[in-house]
């Protein structure tokens, strides 16, 4: 329980819900002057500072947009809920957002923000999440949080932002690795786009074996012979996330037909189609879900490092050759993932590339465990300063 007055959000500042000018006026559109903020503009899981933007409206909106300035905290409200961002300067921003301008002589927006990230939960729990999450303005206007005197507040946002910058400077030393990895691929294979170095180009389906996974049938998650089995988002970029894995009755045959051999890569099927990650043999008796591609590679022509690199390639620069359809939500069925076309260098080359990789994941081991520290050290320090025990 919070020694300081607990206040609702909507108390502390004004509540604007976003809007979209419309585009069937071209003028809203024709200049960029005014960021527009959408959800996807706003990192998750850190307070982001929000000094860019995907896209613009022209000084011609400004009448039709709900525009804050800067110091107000943005937090999506429909969808993922509760991603939280700082403007730096005015911005415009669409409906899925409702922000905060907070007033200046009761709250600090940096300390608010913080507070928003703490009731992130219980924003998701009042969200209506019959078809979509949603949080109206009322809602979120409700929510309610600790607001300590003034200076207590900056103190605490202080103490924060410090831990927060040890955390971002840790994930970039990480990200500057994976940049590391890139720039070898390239320099060892060339540009996978146009082959610039001439390798044997074959269909995925001669070199591999590939397979969807068990669609879930929600009857079995309480069965006698559940196991763990992997969902798209446990699926990541060459890494598995265990943080949350679903459950289902696998019964023997399905065992068989669905087991994971040491090397196998899994390929996202939809969402965020081809994100790929390498199967190390984490734990014994895990199995995949439909939305997963199991891809077992041809030991003779091509190792799963070299693979997993070019699926990324292929999703970030040529959205797999127009292979993926997009009707309603983006995926790449198993007969078009058999026919993407790759680069097929030497077999020695794709090994000193998978030893190149190893060094490099070491390094990103023990930076990640440092990590993992300092986000523990930012949950506590969380707690504490909200607890009003470290000031």
């Given at each position: 329980?919070?020694?300081?007055?607990?206040?609702?959000?909507?108390?502390?500042?004004a509540?604007?819900?976003?809007?979209?000018?419309?585009?069937?006026?071209?003028?809203?559109?024709?200049?960029?002057?005014?960021?527009?903020?959408?959800?996807s503009?706003?990192?998750?899981?850190?307070?982001?500072?929000?000094?860019?933007?995907?896209?613009?409206?022209?000084?011609y909106?400004?009448r039709?947009?709900?525009?804050?300035?800067?110091?107000?905290?943005?937090?999506?409200?429909?969808?993922?809920?509760?991603?939280?961002?700082?403007?730096?300067?005015?911005?415009?921003?669409?409906?899925?957002?409702?922000?905060?301008?907070?007033?200046?002589?009761?709250?600090?927006?940096?300390?608010?923000?913080?507070?928003i990230?703490?009731?992130?939960?219980?924003?998701?729990?009042?969200?209506?999440?019959?078809?979509v999450p949603?949080?109206n303005k009322?809602?979120?206007?409700?929510?309610?949080?600790?607001?300590?005197?003034?200076?207590?507040?900056?103190k605490?946002?202080?103490?924060l932002?410090?831990?927060?910058?040890?955390?971002?400077?840790?994930?970039?030393?990480?990200?500057?690795?994976?940049?590391l990895?890139?720039?070898?691929?390239?320099?060892?294979?060339?540009?996978p786009?146009?082959?610039?170095?001439?390798?044997?180009?074959?269909p995925l389906?001669?070199?591999?074996?590939?397979?969807l996974?068990?669609?879930?049938?929600?009857?079995?998650?309480?069965?006698?012979?559940?196991?763990?089995?992997?969902?798209?988002?446990?699926?990541?970029?060459?890494?598995?996330?265990?943080?949350?894995?679903?459950?289902?009755?696998?019964?023997?045959?399905?065992?068989?037909?669905?087991?994971?051999?040491?090397?196998?890569?899994?390929?996202?099927?939809?969402?965020?189609?081809?994100?790929?990650?390498?199967?190390?043999?984490?734990?014994?008796?895990?199995?995949?879900?439909?939305a997963?591609?199991?891809?077992?590679?041809?030991i003779?022509i091509c190792?799963?490092?070299?693979?997993?690199?070019?699926?990324?390639?292929?999703?970030?620069?040529?959205?797999?050759?127009?292979?993926?359809?997009?009707?309603?939500?983006?995926?790449?069925?198993?007969?078009?993932?058999?026919?993407?076309?790759?680069?097929?260098?030497?077999?020695?080359?794709?090994?000193?590339?998978?030893?190149?990789?190893?060094?490099?994941?070491?390094?990103?081991?023990?930076?990640?465990?440092?990590?993992?520290?300092?986000?523990?050290?930012?949950?506590?320090?969380?707690?504490?300063?909200?607890?009003?025990?470290?000031l």
């Amino acid at each position: 329980m919070s020694k300081w007055e607990m206040v609702r959000l909507g108390g502390v500042g004004a509540v604007i819900t976003g809007n979209t000018p419309k585009t069937s006026d071209v003028k809203n559109y024709d200049s960029d002057d005014l960021y527009f903020v959408k959800p996807s503009d706003i990192a998750e899981n850190v307070i982001a500072r929000l000094n860019d933007s995907e896209n613009y409206v022209s000084e011609y909106a400004r009448r039709s947009c709900r525009i804050v300035p800067q110091n107000s905290v943005l937090v999506t409200c429909i969808g993922i809920i509760g991603k939280i961002g700082v403007t730096t300067s005015e911005v415009a921003f669409n409906q899925q957002i409702n922000a905060i301008v907070p007033d200046a002589d009761k709250c600090n927006h940096k300390f608010l923000a913080y507070a928003i990230s703490r009731v992130r939960a219980e924003l998701n729990h009042v969200a209506n999440a019959a078809v979509v999450p949603i949080i109206n303005k009322s809602q979120f206007s409700d929510i309610k949080i600790p607001l300590p005197p003034l200076d207590v507040q900056k103190k605490i946002a202080d103490i924060l932002d410090h831990a927060s910058a040890l955390i971002e400077k840790r994930k970039a030393q990480i990200a500057k690795l994976d940049l590391l990895v890139k720039s070898q691929f390239a320099e060892m294979f060339g540009d996978p786009v146009t082959n610039s170095m001439g390798w044997d180009i074959k269909p995925l389906g001669e070199i591999t074996n590939s397979r969807l996974g068990k669609m879930l049938d929600a009857k079995k998650q309480t069965g006698e012979n559940n196991y763990p089995y992997l969902a798209n988002f446990n699926v990541q970029w060459f890494r598995i996330d265990f943080s949350k894995l679903n459950e289902m009755d696998f019964n023997e045959t399905d065992r068989i037909e669905f087991a994971l051999e040491y090397g196998d890569l899994l390929v996202c099927e939809g969402g965020e189609v081809g994100r790929t990650a390498i199967w190390e043999n984490e734990m014994v008796d895990c199995f995949f879900q439909k939305a997963i591609h199991r891809v077992r590679c041809d030991i003779n022509i091509c190792i799963p490092e070299y693979m997993a690199w070019i699926m990324y390639q292929k999703a970030t620069t040529t959205n797999f050759d127009g292979l993926v359809t997009s009707a309603t939500i983006a995926h790449l069925t198993g007969e078009k993932l058999k026919r993407l076309m790759v680069q097929v260098p030497p077999l020695d080359l794709q090994h000193s590339f998978a030893e190149f990789i190893h060094a490099v994941d070491e390094s990103k081991t023990k930076m990640r465990l440092g990590l993992d520290k300092l986000e523990l050290l930012h949950k506590s320090l969380m707690q504490k300063c909200f607890n009003g025990e470290v000031l």
